[in-house]
């Protein structure tokens, strides 16, 4: 029979050996080897099987059995090592992104390891080691990221992109939203510039604009310098796409901070539809009529279709007429002046709105009492060098808690204001895939210095984001648990008596959910 037995200790190795039973007791007859991981131990147990069997010629494992002669054991030795589930897994889905178009094995991965460990590209040849990945030089690495500027890689993909998404989702309705990624840099170019951040940092930066499908799935993407006004990137990435794919007719989703009425005239005159958020300082005005006959009472899920004027100028905001009951329903034609504005009201938002006033009125309060030292607040005025608490404004803002307003050119005849509601909240993906590109991919901080790698490192970023997206959207599994269930599935091969064996870890239940979803089991 085959015994096999433990090491006492943590050293985690496994002998394996050749026994028979004698009066009760386990006899060791022959050590066939110590295994010190389940590939070399499948390969120690398949061998014993074989030496139980009649006929079996002598196995050598390399001074197996000079132990009887005094000598010490030297047991078999892993040449080799590949995760080669996981490089399976991202390289077929590159593939059947239509990514490999490219031709550049060394983008390919570049892209394939930032999804695995997104490290330094230096540092992505030591991933590709552990993954088994046979690799050129760190130079030829670095050689892909000007060939992805000289051959333009970006186009490449994101063509490949455009064709997956409308073949599998819906190009018909985008999302765009902005981000910042900063360096590890002292000092400002002419593209990494001190800017705007919602984290307050003072690193120079650039602005990076992505579109992304209904889904979540990238389309495009743009960067700018870090000090440029966001709302001024959201055309030239619109422009740039209806370019690429020749497309006239789309709806484009975006958040209040792309709301300036250069942006939505230019959409609108593109013949483009828009849906963006608009600002709760804007709803008295377009809610004049409302709150003249009804004050400030709302019922839950209450939806108000209106208008807002195009232009905030004292003459624009008579659009609305007050003196009128029933709400104005938008007409291009004839309110030539205004947009659609649809604005809903939650009991949900209004309670968690009403907590974040009452603490920001506690702050300031805080502030004019001379209680907490701070920069002036919301909701705090200085006149005369004194502090006092704006009543005014915070009334104001107690007045539209609960209000969330969406401004859009659509007609109420081609799309309810349920459903311009809930495509605004289609954002979330957009939201997500940035998220995914910070943490998961870690876009940044970027150690590149010079525009063209800055570019190209956005291009891998963009390629691996797809790569990504289409993996959890398949597998229904973050990117993160998918890397952690196959990265250890490891193929060895293991020289014992001078043969190569080969030998793989078995598919864990998780892994055989991933590799049935995306049809790779027959492979």
């Avoid at 809903?344 to 030292?373: C, F, M, P």
């Avoid at 509601?421 to 895939?433: F, M, N, T």
Wanted: aromatic share 6%; with cysteine.
């Amino acid at each position: 029979m085959v015994f096999v037995r433990k090491s006492p200790g943590r050293t985690g190795s496994t002998k394996v050996q050749i026994a028979e039973r004698r009066a009760g007791r386990d006899v060791v007859l022959e050590h066939v080897g110590t295994a010190r991981s389940e590939g070399e131990l499948a390969v120690l147990m398949a061998e014993a099987r074989r030496r139980l069997r009649p006929g079996q010629e002598a196995f050598d494992l390399d001074g197996v059995g000079l132990e009887q002669e005094g000598l010490p054991q030297r047991p078999g030795v892993i040449t080799g090592k590949r995760s080669a589930v996981l490089w399976q897994v991202l390289s077929s889905v590159y593939a059947r992104l239509g990514f490999d178009v490219v031709g550049d094995e060394a983008f390919k991965q570049l892209v394939l390891a930032r999804i695995v460990e997104p490290t330094s590209k230096a540092d992505s040849l030591r991933v590709l080691d552990e993954l088994g990945v046979v690799h050129g030089s760190l130079r030829t690495m670095f050689r892909s990221l000007a060939r992805a500027q000289e051959r333009g890689y970006r186009d490449t993909v994101a063509s490949a992109c455009f064709a997956h998404a409308s073949t599998s989702g819906d190009v018909s309705l985008c999302l765009y939203d902005v981000t910042t990624l900063y360096f590890e840099a002292e000092h400002e170019d002419e593209l990494r510039k001190v800017g705007y951040s919602k984290e307050r940092r003072v690193d120079p930066q650039i602005i990076v604009g992505l579109l992304v499908d209904r889904a979540g799935f990238p389309l495009e993407i743009g960067c700018w310098e870090g000090n440029k006004a966001e709302t001024t990137t959201m055309l030239p990435i619109i422009r740039q796409f209806q370019a690429r794919h020749s497309i006239q007719a789309m709806v484009v989703v975006a958040d209040a901070g792309m709301l300036s009425a250069g942006n939505l005239k230019d959409l609108h005159e593109a013949g483009l539809r828009f849906i963006v958020g608009s600002r709760a300082t804007k709803a008295p005005a377009d809610l004049a009529s409302h709150f003249r006959w009804h004050g400030d009472a709302f019922t839950d899920a209450q939806v108000i279709d209106t208008i807002t004027p195009r232009v905030a100028t004292t003459t624009a905001r008579g659009v609305n007429d007050e003196k009128k009951r029933a709400e104005p329903v938008w007409d291009p034609a004839v309110h030539e002046r205004s947009w659609r504005a649809v604005w809903a009201y939650s009991a949900k938002r209004a309670a968690r709105d009403a907590k974040t006033l009452t603490l920001q009125e506690n702050r300031a309060k805080a502030v004019i009492a001379r209680e907490k030292a701070a920069r002036t607040p919301r909701f705090v005025t200085v006149k005369n060098g004194s502090r006092s608490l704006d009543e005014t404004s915070l009334a104001r803002a107690r007045r539209v808690v609960g209000l969330k307003g969406y401004v859009t050119n659509i007609p109420a005849t081609v799309m309810p204001a349920g459903e311009v509601i809930a495509s605004y909240h289609e954002l979330w993906h957009v939201e997500a895939s940035f998220r995914m590109s910070k943490s998961d991919l870690r876009a940044r901080p970027i150690f590149h210095h010079t525009r063209d790698a800055i570019e190209a490192h956005l291009t891998i970023v963009f390629a691996a984001l797809a790569v990504a997206r289409y993996l959890q959207d398949t597998t229904g599994m973050s990117i993160k648990k998918i890397v952690n269930t196959l990265r250890p599935l490891q193929h060895v091969t293991v020289r014992i008596a001078g043969h190569e064996h080969l030998a793989h870890d078995p598919l864990t239940p998780t892994a055989e959910t991933i590799l049935d979803a995306l049809d790779l089991r027959a492979q």
